[in-house]
């Protein structure tokens, strides 16, 4: 069955400290990838993107991915984790052949010490 | 350029009632899509429309509907209200396909 997975429901890392959530997707093709980050009681923030190309990709607040085919993975990481990181991220994919439904995981909550 | 727009952003109803949520897309995005968010489903595809006609459909009963007009704006309706139907409903609008989706803040539905 066709699924995204985020191994880790909940992460603690202290400030300053790295971080790398993953995720693996099982497709037959190569979709597109996306991570977004939520935080309490708002909507979901896009914060990077994977349509083709270069396999390593930047988004915004500090954050990258890298996308992995031989192991159908695209973790996110961030070198140095600030305290307001703290919230819900989610890997989602989207199927060229199905239009623009997108598929996310079950989400990995961030927590970080200070 | 707007996000995009979710109203109301908290509704509170009793079992039975009906109720109508709606979404402004950003200008330009003709795909709105629609999710529900709990604790303990996450996030579930509820369906996409593009241009007026819906697209996607995820595995919902039939009390839940929607549509969309010719200005992209969307609303979504649930009859028959259940005590489960308690969520957080996201809406997502995009250009197309394969395009990021943008969602808006939510409205948080609460079933007495």
């Known amino acids: 069955a066709q699924s995204v997975t985020q191994p880790d429901i909940h992460i603690t890392v202290s400030e300053g400290a790295s971080l790398e959530l993953r995720c693996n997707y099982s497709y037959g093709a190569t979709p597109y990838l996306f991570w977004y980050v939520q935080s309490p009681g708002q909507g979901l923030q896009l914060l990077l993107k994977y349509f083709s190309g270069d396999t390593l990709v930047q988004g915004i607040k500090g954050f990258e991915a890298e996308f992995k085919r031989s192991q159908s993975s695209f973790n996110l990481r961030k070198p140095s984790v600030h305290w307001s990181d703290a919230a819900e991220y989610f890997c989602?994919?989207?199927?060229?052949?199905?239009?623009?439904?997108?598929?996310f995981g079950t989400g990995t909550s961030l927590t970080v010490i200070p | 350029k707007a996000g995009v727009t979710q109203t109301p952003r908290y509704l509170i109803k009793t079992r039975g009632q009906q109720v109508t949520l709606s979404c402004s897309p950003i200008s330009g995005h003709r795909s709105v899509s629609w999710y529900q968010q709990t604790p303990g489903q996450g996030l579930q595809f509820l369906f996409e429309?593009?241009?007026?006609?819906?697209?996607n459909k995820g595995n919902f009963p039939g009390r839940f509907s929607g549509r969309q007009f010719s200005n992209s704006r969307s609303e979504m309706n649930v009859s028959t209200l259940e005590l489960g139907d308690s969520a957080l409903y996201l809406c997502?609008?995009?250009?197309?396909?394969?395009?990021?989706?943008?969602f808006g803040d939510g409205t948080r539905l609460s079933i007495l």
């Open positions: 997502a609008s995009s250009p197309g396909p394969g395009q990021p989706q943008h």
């Open positions: 989602a994919v989207s199927l060229a052949d199905t239009g623009n439904q997108f598929y």
């Open positions: 429309y593009f241009s007026e006609t819906q697209r």
